[in-house]
T-cell receptor
Framework: QKEVEQDPGPLSVPEGAIVSLNCTYS??????FMWYRQYSRKGPELLMY????GNKEDGRFTAQVDKSSKYISLFIRDSQPSDSATYLC?????????????FGQGTILTVHP | GAGVSQTPSNKVTEKGKYVELRCDPI?????LYWYRQSLGQGPEFLIY????????DSGLPNDRFFAVRPEGSVSTLKIQRTERGDSAVYLC????????????????FGPGTRLTVL
């Protein structure tokens, strides 16, 4: 079983919809949680960063972390066609592993006009 | 340059050959990372450097894989006796390696080198 599980989709929504993306994980040592966005043939870019449990909002994006359930989410409000990409959750245990990110499989999102 | 650059962008080789993949990090970034991304999968950690030294090489799959960063800037990932299973996109990333968790978690990725082993 992988340390980080993410539904690969694909997910297709109309413009303006609210999108919910999720990951579960098994390693209780993870304490830093990230969402990266990857466009086709490009490297991932950091969207959201959260430490420990709680919510964080940045514009149309909201990240939630529930460490008790080992579950993280990313919500996108008022989705736009330019949001069409692969969304990757990533986690870091810190400590001696502070440079090592563990990624989910990625969810392919398409927002159609 | 403004971002992480990787060369070549594409590499096709034959099984058993040796390949080198190069990464130029963002100027001033002391930490450098290598990941491998297979089709339909997320990036898989290989190794990361803090300065010239490998701080964690636990992700290298076997002794055919080796990476260096001799002057603390450019890095080269070397693969000996390539196998078809090595075919993937090899991503390099860099970040500030100073104290503070965000500096390690905000990794700036290059576009990758697409390696195909025939």
């Amino acid at each position: 079983q992988k340390e980080v599980e993410q539904d690969p989709g694909p997910l297709s929504v109309p413009e303006g919809a609210i999108v919910s993306l999720n990951c579960t994980y098994s390693n209780s040592a993870f304490q830093y949680f990230m969402w990266y966005r990857q466009y086709s043939r490009k490297g991932p870019e950091l969207l959201m960063y959260t430490y420990s449990s709680g919510n964080k909002e940045d514009g149309r994006f909201t990240a939630q972390v529930d460490k008790s359930s080992k579950y993280i989410s990313l919500f996108i409000r008022d989705s736009q066609p330019s949001d069409s990409a692969t969304y990757l959750c990533a986690m870091n245990a810190g400590g001696t592993s502070y440079g090592k990110l563990t990624f989910g499989q990625g969810t392919i999102l398409t927002v159609h006009p | 340059g403004a971002g992480v650059s990787q060369t070549p962008s594409n590499k096709v080789t034959e099984k058993g050959k040796y390949v080198e993949l190069r990464c130029d990090p963002i100027s001033g970034h002391t930490a450098l990372y290598w990941y491998r991304q297979s089709l339909g999968q997320g990036p898989e950690f290989l190794i990361y450097f803090q300065g010239t030294g490998a701080a964690d090489d636990s992700g290298l799959p076997n002794d055919r894989f080796f990476a260096v960063r001799p002057e603390g800037s450019v890095s080269t990932l070397k693969i000996q006796r390539t196998e078809r299973g090595d075919s993937a996109v090899y991503l390099c990333a860099s970040s500030f390696g100073t104290s503070g968790s965000l500096s390690y978690n905000e990794q700036f990725f290059g576009p990758g080198t697409r390696l195909t082993v025939l």
